[in-house]
Nanobody
């Protein structure tokens, strides 16, 4: 079982920055894809950004140019640098990981971290 531990959420003014981190402590196998989703009140959970172990990335149109996802494969850790934050970025952000060498169809979620952007 893979456990994902997130950190870095908080309250920031519009235009500010935050950096989220997500680690998989104790996980010895490489996680194929790691990324971030978010869910605002009354809305469905949506993809924010994802990166694979090979380095490819994908972003939601709404965050392109403002957010940057990166990962440390050796530590099974993924980061989300969020710049130029907007009030509409307010949501609970969830770390997601998919696939390992021994369980390619597996999927894991973190507990979520709140990001609040004030106007």
């Amino acid at each position: 079982q893979v456990r994902l531990v997130e950190s870095g959420g908080g309250l920031v003014q519009a235009g500010g920055s935050l950096r989220l981190s997500c680690a998989a402590p104790g996980t010895l196998v490489r996680l194929n894809a790691m990324g971030w989703y978010r869910q605002a009140p009354g809305k469905q959970r949506e993809l924010v950004a994802v990166t694979t172990s090979g380095g490819s990335t994908n972003y939601a149109d709404s965050v392109k140019g403002r957010f940057t996802i990166s990962r440390d494969n050796g530590k099974n850790t993924v980061y989300l640098q969020m710049n130029s934050l907007k009030p509409e970025d307010t949501a609970v952000y969830y770390c997601n990981a998919r696939g390992t060498s021994v369980a390619p169809g597996s999927e894991y979620w973190g507990q979520g971290t709140q990001v609040t952007v004030s106007s």
